[in-house]
């Protein structure tokens, strides 16, 4: 049982397109982070957010926390080749419970 | 600051076998998690350590159990290795900041059962 379920699971775009990917959850957490994985790594920490309706952003990524801290979007403006990877959601309760992942390709 | 290490990086067993992984925190990080990824699964929580205590746990069987040590250091075990085992698994070293909880993860170990 996947307590976050992302979409889409896939995602292959052009260079230079904008995406959104999606964080899904029926679950309240007291905060939720965004990792990309490339592959033979481990995942990477991008972002967290705390606060119901917070918006971060790092340089052409742009995070958003749901009102009721259930649900999470990550915007990619203009994306980059080097922007391919698996985005993983992971919302923290009692410990961090991940998302199904997306995973970007980004075609130059 | 060294990164978080895990060895070996990959490793063939046979079903039956049990297998040990070892994972390096970052200097000063008291708290270990252990993950392990499949393409099926995603990445599911095994358990947490923290100055050498089981603080968390996730929804595995018992042949899955890990120790920490006193330098932070911790392994993981597997025993009455199953198909079903094949994985990578990831090592996390954690700390708290401002805006909560920090996961720093190592490369992993690719554990391959035949």
């Known amino acids: 049982t996947q307590l976050l379920e992302q979409s889409p699971q896939f995602l292959s775009i052009q260079e230079g397109e904008n995406l959104t990917v999606y964080c899904n959850s029926s679950s309240v957490f007291s905060s939720l982070q965004w990792y990309r994985q490339e592959p033979g790594e481990g995942p990477v920490l991008l972002v967290t957010?705390?606060?119901?309706?917070e918006v971060k952003k790092l340089k052409r990524l742009t995070f958003q926390f749901g009102d009721a801290r259930k649900d999470s979007s990550l915007h990619i403006t203009a994306a980059q080749p080097g922007d391919t990877g698996l985005y993983l959601c992971?919302?923290?309760?009692?410990?961090?419970?991940f998302g199904t992942g997306t995973s970007l390709t980004v075609i130059p | 600051k060294a990164g978080v290490t895990q060895t070996p990086r990959y490793l063939i067993k046979t079903r039956g076998q049990q297998v040990t992984l070892s994972c390096s925190p970052i200097s000063g990080h008291r708290s270990v998690s252990w993950y392990q990824q499949t393409p099926g699964q995603g990445l599911q929580f095994l358990f947490e350590?923290?100055?050498?205590?089981?603080?968390n746990k996730g929804n595995f069987p018992g042949r899955f159990s890990g120790r920490q040590f006193s330098n932070s250091r911790s392994e993981m075990n597997v025993s009455t290795l199953e198909l079903g085992d094949s994985a990578l698994y990831l090592c996390a070293s954690s700390t708290l900041a401002a805006g909560g909880k920090v996961q720093y993860f190592g490369p992993g170990t690719r554990l391959t059962v035949t």
């Open positions: 957010v705390v606060t119901g309706g």
């Open positions: 350590y923290f100055s050498e205590t089981q603080r």
């Open positions: 992971a919302g923290f309760g009692n410990q961090f419970y």
